[in-house]
Nanobody, 120 residues
């Protein structure tokens, strides 16, 4: 069984920074793509940033230049550094990963989400 656990959310003032972490644990052979998504009430979940297994990254236009996704292969953990935060970044942030198990089957997993609130 695989789990993704996010941490690092909270309340921050506009212009501030936060770093989200997502730790994967369980029966993991390898992690392929990893990503961060966010959702606000009444709206669909949207892609924030994604990093592929060989390091290629892509970002939503609204966060490009302010957010940075990275990963620590040894720790099965990935991060989202969020700078210059704006009130419109307020959302529940979810991590997502394509994980290959010990039988070489790949499945997609979601974390439970962490709330980020940007407000003065």
């Amino acid at each position: 069984q695989v789990q993704l656990v996010e941490s690092g959310g909270g309340l921050v003032e506009p212009g501030g920074s936060l770093r989200l972490s997502c730790a994967a644990s369980g029966n993991i052979f390898r992690i392929n793509d990893m990503g961060w998504y966010r959702q606000v009430p009444g709206k669909e979940r949207e892609l924030v940033a994604r990093i592929q297994s060989f390091g290629y990254t892509n970002y939503a236009e609204s966060v490009r230049g302010r957010f940075t996704i990275s990963r620590d292969y040894a720790k099965n953990t990935f991060y989202l550094q969020m700078n210059s935060l704006k009130p419109e970044d307020t959302a529940v942030y979810y991590c997502n990963a394509d994980i290959i198990g010990p039988t070489y089957n790949m499945m997609n997993y979601w974390g439970n989400g962490t709330l980020v609130t940007v407000s003065s």
